[in-house]
């Protein structure tokens, strides 16, 4: 899982396509800026518009409301470093800056910060369905000022019933010795690479991921490796997924626990790999996925742990799951999991997150309750869809441990088939510019609870310029021309469906 910044010059030339849209409606304009005439030129763009900056440091940046996005980036050759301070701003594109530091605080809501170099933490707080996504950006060698200053590099230091609205996608957060990401508050963190994030003594403690109640979080895709812990949760989580993340502690972190779930309530863990080794802290062995409580808290409750790789699964100081099955594991396997030590196409110990495919010969293979094989799905696979007919057995006839499967005839418990997925929407007619419309994906079908993403895009979909999480959502459109929406359904059985449409949009005053 590598991560490039790409140059400002290709990723200008998809904003400007994506400015004029279908029908060339929208004169989207360059406009160069210094230190010294940043904030005019800023304050004249419209929606669509680029506001090109040549060398030098811009200060702190503090935004504004925007009716449409205007993207702020760097001259070809040049190389430009700012701050950021959002409070209430809207609409802003930040693409392929040095930033130094960054808060997107409170009613700041459609801001896209990508392919830039972070030298300090960003702070959000504050934030709800906030529309706010950080993508293709690198996190390095960020220090902590201690265990309660600037703890995160990533940092959402607040709780909510309400989803922040944030994703953190793509990016590369390696070295130093503050958290990578850290989160009271529901946050989607994706596809991301955490390397040699590590202690470095005193009273800091570092964590690639910590979630700290944080509901309906969604950390999916990640590889994390040489750090001092993987994925955690030790004050509490609520009905997060937690889905075909890669741990491997084995070679600096060497924690006995890669990922680690206190007083969990709802919560789902699938499909992940926890790397198994010997000799890790405390005389233990690396690979454990730990369901557990501190004294203070109650115990978990409602947790499904399946489809995973792990050495063992603990369930400890009275934390219990709601599901535990089709899990291969080293030792400590339950009725429904299996007994064997998988075989990756990147051998024992695999440089790549892809490299943690399982052979075709491994353990394991195709035995996942979902059909597909048990750990992570590598990103250059696809998850079947429909689910596979007839449901493989909770216990795969394959086990190479010789312990009899505990018995032949199905589970006490037999899981129903799955609702199918099916992304379900209806195009909106009569559409304005300025007009708000209704976007209603709530017939949509699949396992409960459904997660909703809708995308706006040019029709190849090969541009993006917007997402926004929620099954039924009002949007209002500022151009004039064809609009092409999808809307992606995720079931909590983690199957997806996706459905396009296009509609038009005409100008706020035209006829009919």
């Known amino acids: 899982m590598s991560m490039h910044r790409r140059s400002a010059c290709a990723i200008g030339a998809a904003a400007i396509t994506l400015a004029l849209g279908a029908t060339g409606s929208a004169q989207a304009a360059d406009r160069s800026a210094t230190p010294s005439t940043f904030a005019s030129v800023f304050a004249a763009a419209q929606p669509g518009d680029r506001v090109v900056l040549s060398s030098g440091s811009y200060g702190t940046f503090k935004g504004s409301a925007k009716s449409g996005p205007v993207t702020i980036t760097e001259a070809s050759g040049a190389s430009a470093t700012i701050g950021l301070s959002f409070n209430g701003a809207s609409n802003i594109v930040i693409d392929g800056l040095t930033i130094t530091g960054a808060e997107v605080l409170n009613s700041t809501k459609n801001i896209t910060i990508r392919n830039s170099d972070f030298t300090g933490v960003i702070r959000l707080d504050g934030l709800a ?6 993508d293709h950006n690198t996190h390095i060698n960020i220090n902590a000022g201690g265990q309660y200053a600037s703890p995160a590099r990533i940092a959402l230091p607040y709780n909510s019933q309400t989803h922040s609205g944030v994703t953190i996608q793509n990016s590369l957060l390696k070295g130093g010795d503050s958290d990578g990401i850290q989160g009271g508050v529901g946050v989607n963190i994706i596809n991301n690479e955490f390397r040699d994030i ?114 063992e699964i603990l369930l400890q100081n009275g934390s219990t799951v709601a599901q535990r099955r089709n899990n291969l594991l080293r030792r400590g396997a339950a009725s429904g999991d299996l007994t064997g030590t998988p075989v990756f196409v990147g051998g024992l110990r695999p440089p790549t997150f892809d ?138 059985d983690g199957r997806t469906s996706s459905l396009k449409r296009s509609f038009a949009v005409a100008s706020r005053y035209s006829r009919g």
């Open 129 to 134: 369905n906030s529309n706010v996504l950080l």
């Open 198 to 311: 590590l202690e470095a003594g005193g009273t800091n403690h570092t964590d690639a991921i910590q979630l700290i109640d944080a509901p309906n979080s969604v950390v999916r895709g990640n590889y994390i490796v040489d750090s001092s812990t993987g994925i955690v949760a030790y004050d509490g989580l609520r009905k997060a997924t937690i889905e075909n993340n890669v741990v491997d502690l084995t070679g600096k972190g060497k924690r006995p626990w890669g990922i680690e779930i206190y007083a969990d309530n709802g919560s789902i863990i699938r499909h992940n790999t926890v790397v198994y080794a010997t000799g890790c802290a405390w005389n233990g062995t690396c690979g454990a996925i730990d369901i557990n409580r501190k004294t203070t808290m109650s115990p978990g409750t409602g947790t499904v742990v399946v489809d995973n790789i792990a050495t």
């Open 355 to 492: 490299g943690f495919a399982l052979t075709t010969s491994s353990p394991g293979v195709k035995a996942a309750s979902d059909g597909t094989n048990i750990g992570v799905v590598p990103t250059t696979s696809t998850t079947p869809t429909p689910t596979p007919s007839p449901t493989p057995s909770p216990t795969p006839s394959p086990t190479p441990s010789p312990t009899p499967s505990p018995t032949p005839s199905p589970t006490p418990s037999p899981t129903p088939t799955p609702t199918a997925t099916q992304a379900v929407w209806t195009a909106p007619t009569s559409v304005r510019v300025g007009t708000a419309v209704v976007l209603d994906g709530t017939a949509s079908t699949g396992v409960a609870p459904l997660a909703c993403t809708w995308s706006f895009e040019d029709q190849s979909g090969g541009v993006i310029w917007e997402t926004i999480t929620g099954c039924k959502l009002t949007k209002t459109f500022q151009t004039a021309d064809t609009k092409y929406v999808k809307l992606t359904v995720r079931g909590a």
